[in-house]
């Protein structure tokens, strides 16, 4: 999952999004309105994490526009899947506002960090799944234990190497190219070459042992195919 964290205060959100990263989150960061905007004009997230006190214009303007069917001007920005809104902000107004401009949640500072990962989960289940555990054939992930299995076998995935296959079993028999996978499993500070992904992808396959999950398909990309 591919995450934008929007947070003014720098030190505060380069913690949180090193400890997303731990989790298996690929995360953006930007501290002004500035940022979140060139970020959203050029990439695709699957949550949006907004901080409304910003430097250089109120959050709140930025949760409306992508909350809302595009406008004038808007359709540069290219709209995250789920919104959530991390502000200091604890009063119920605020909390109405945010939500009834297309926040999907709405997490008060201080938060615990286990509080924002349990949102993140709950928010890809409303986006892409109906459980926390993804199983597709004889594989078996985890997303809240950050447990991976394969026939009962445990798999020991670095964190890119869950993140990618956690996109895959999202995606069962979906064709992803590498620029799919660039898109949602790395951040804009990855090597933007598809050679990456060929590193990760080979250490995924042989971690998930035979008879090989993952086809190559020449030329169009990659599809994790049931091995049920």
């Known amino acids: 999952m591919r995450i934008l964290l929007v947070e003014d205060d720098r030190d505060l959100g380069a913690v949180i999004a090193l400890g997303l990263r731990g989790e298996a989150y690929a995360v953006d960061l930007a501290a002004t309105y500035a940022e979140a905007e060139a970020l959203l004009c050029g990439n695709d997230f699957d949550v949006a994490c907004l901080d409304l006190g910003l430097p250089d214009g109120d959050g709140m303007d930025l949760v409306r526009r992508l909350g809302r069917p595009e406008g004038p001007g808007d359709a540069v920005l290219r709209r995250p899947r789920r919104l959530l809104v991390l502000t200091a902000r604890d009063a119920v107004d605020d909390r109405v506002a945010g939500l009834d401009a297309g926040a999907d949640d709405y ?91 060929r590193v990760i992808l080979g250490r995924l396959r042989r971690k998930l042992g035979e008879p090989g999950l993952i086809e190559t398909l020449p030329g169009v990309g990659y599809r994790l195919r049931d091995a049920a």
């Open 107 to 197: 997490l008060v500072k201080p938060f615990s960090f286990q509080e924002l990962t349990a949102r993140l989960r709950a928010l890809a289940r409303r986006a892409d799944v109906v459980e926390a555990v993804l199983r597709v054939g004889d594989l078996r992930l985890d997303t809240a234990a950050h447990e991976a299995r394969r026939g009962g076998r445990e798999l020991r995935l670095t964190p890119r190497e869950f993140s990618m296959l956690r996109y895959f079993m999202h995606h069962p028999g979906r064709v992803l190219s590498a620029e799919d996978l660039l898109e949602h499993v790395w951040d804009a500070n990855a090597d933007p070459f598809t050679a990456s992904v």
